[in-house]
């Protein structure tokens, strides 16, 4: 009589074990849709920006309308960090997703057009 209670102590329990693994399956591959098409509109909206072509002008308005308040009126940083040369040590890439997301706080997160995003990132191309 033991052994019959004990497989089935064991059936219950391999069938708990692989309910479990079903579920934490299952949030995996629901995390990993949700990062997929993140991941994807982030992607379509950079390859945009980076076929357009930006202007330096109109990068330095975007600028001074709404980045002097922390990186200060040349770029040289206030509350934020100097730019000046910030195209050598991030990609575009890395620059627009720290503008559209604000990655280092506090620097709020930006909605930004994607030809107004190639002209700020000229602008940024342009400080030496």
Excluded at 6 to 23: N, V
Excluded at 39 to 49: F, P, Q, S
Excluded at 96 to 106: D, F, Y
Aim: some cysteine; proline content about 4%; hydrophobic content about 40%.
């Amino acid at each position: 009589m033991s052994t019959s209670s004990s497989s089935a102590a064991e059936k219950i329990f391999i069938m708990k074990f692989w309910k479990q693994c079903f579920i934490v399956f299952l949030i995996l591959l629901i995390c990993l849709v949700i990062f997929y098409f993140n991941h994807k509109e982030d992607n379509t909206y950079i390859l945009k920006t980076l076929e357009l072509s930006g202007s330096v002008n109109e990068g330095d308005t975007l600028f001074k309308m709404n980045c002097v308040g922390c990186h200060g009126i040349t770029a040289r940083g206030l509350v934020g960090p100097d730019l000046h040369s910030i195209t050598q040590r991030l990609n575009d890439k890395q620059i627009i997703r720290q503008i559209i997301k604000g990655l280092t706080p506090p620097m709020p997160s930006f909605e930004i057009d994607p030809q107004n995003m190639s002209n700020l990132l000229e602008y940024l191309h342009s400080l030496k």
